[in-house]
């Protein structure tokens, strides 16, 4: 029997290869059904809980088992990278709700996942706490036929906010995993210093809102209270504020569109004191640069941007490049892998193995 939290019942669970994180989960929650990406993690799991009645599946098969399982509503897709992209699709097309955390399912097939997910009647529910904002500064708007004028987005603008290009060639690994205000994983806070998760974000929110790409603005705003924010035809500007902690957008997606109460710390204004704004540094933080031109080129383009990242990222995260080489190994790859103006999910991940297989061959 799976145990339901409130009157949520987590019915199946999904990781890379942290068993002993799992096992404890599986006890605690009992799902019915576990996929483990590696398959030798796989069967050590299946060892460690062979006492409970829980069925264990590796690899991509196992994923997509996992988001078509019959007895759940939702599924939340949390996956870092491109692997999100078929089981999401899978999900969709098995009629469940996607409460969406993975950014690159939507920045490199949003193309096809937004008409599929329209035409299987399932709701996309942010989770990413920018577009959760926007999604409640919706609220009610879309309903009585109001449209967006323009997205405020706001960013932090990272451990690095202020620097120039010459201090920027000169931080260590160790600087930028220290995020400000959110704690975050490995990877999204390196994305975080160099701007390319907001480059991710605005390629999110235009495919998530249906607007244009210019009608999408960054704001920096390091503070963090205000975490986006909707400008309708009348002026009126719409936001969502609140104390960073990821909890609360992930609770709103789980239970849209009913507010349940959340433990936590609340905003308190008399301490605040001010909240700041300023334009994004985009020559000296090119990561975002190149992310709108990704996305003005369109194509297969956003999905070379993407995985030129993730792969500079690594290396950076080995330390074997340096901190200003992600955005150029990111300008290479996006002149010298070919274009393809409406990619399949299949282009999609060739293009992907393109950027890893010429990146790999150059650096
Ligand atoms: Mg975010």
């Not at 264990?56 to 997509?64: A, P, Y």
């Not at 949003?110 to 599929?116: K, S, Y």
């Not at 449209?147 to 931080?171: C, H, N, W, Y």
């Not at 031109?293 to 290396?315: K, S």
Request: aromatic share 6%.
């Amino acid at each position: 029997m799976s145990i339901r939290i409130n009157d949520l019942t987590v019915v199946g669970l999904a990781a890379g290869s942290n068993v002993e994180m799992l096992e404890k989960q599986i006890r605690e929650f009992h799902p019915r059904l576990v996929a483990v990406w590696k398959e030798e993690a796989a069967r050590d799991l299946a060892v460690r809980v062979q006492d409970l009645d829980v069925k264990i599946v590796s690899q991509m098969g196992g994923l997509i088992e996992l988001a078509r399982m019959e007895e759940s509503d939702i599924l939340v897709t949390a996956i870092v990278g491109m692997i999100g992209i078929r089981p999401t699709m899978e999900a969709i097309l098995a009629g469940k709700d996607i409460a969406l955390a993975n950014k690159e399912t939507l920045v490199t097939a949003g193309h096809i996942i937004m008409p599929l997910a329209k035409k299987c009647g399932v709701r996309i529910l942010p989770v990413d706490s920018e577009h959760s904002a926007i999604f409640q500064s919706l609220n009610g708007e879309k309903e009585h036929g109001n449209k967006i004028d323009k997205i405020l987005l706001t960013a932090s603008g990272g451990p690095f906010r202020g620097m120039t290009r010459e201090q920027l060639s000169q931080v260590r690994l160790e600087d930028a995993l220290k995020h400000p205000n959110w704690v975050m994983g490995r990877k999204i806070t390196i994305d975080s210093a160099t701007l390319v998760n907001k480059g991710l974000e605005v390629m999110e929110a235009k495919w998530l809102f249906g607007v244009n790409q210019d009608q999408i603005q960054v704001v920096v705003h390091p503070q963090s209270v205000i975490h986006s924010m909707v400008q309708y035809e009348d002026g009126a500007i719409i936001a969502q504020l609140g104390t960073p902690d990821m909890k609360l957008p992930i609770q709103y997606a789980l239970y849209y569109p009913e507010r349940r109460f959340l433990r936590g710390m609340r905003l308190d204004f008399y301490k605040l004191g001010q909240m700041t704004f300023e334009a994004p540094d985009m020559d000296t933080f090119e990561g975002l640069k190149f992310a709108l031109e990704a996305m003005r080129r369109g194509g297969n383009i956003p999905t070379i941007f993407n995985a030129a990242n993730e792969m500079a990222v690594a290396m950076f995260l080995e330390r074997r490049i340096a901190f200003l080489d992600i955005p150029d190994i990111i300008a290479s790859a996006m002149e010298e892998i070919t274009y393809i103006e409406h990619p399949s999910v299949e282009e999609i991940l060739a293009t992907e193995a393109a950027v890893y297989e010429w990146i790999e061959s150059r650096w």
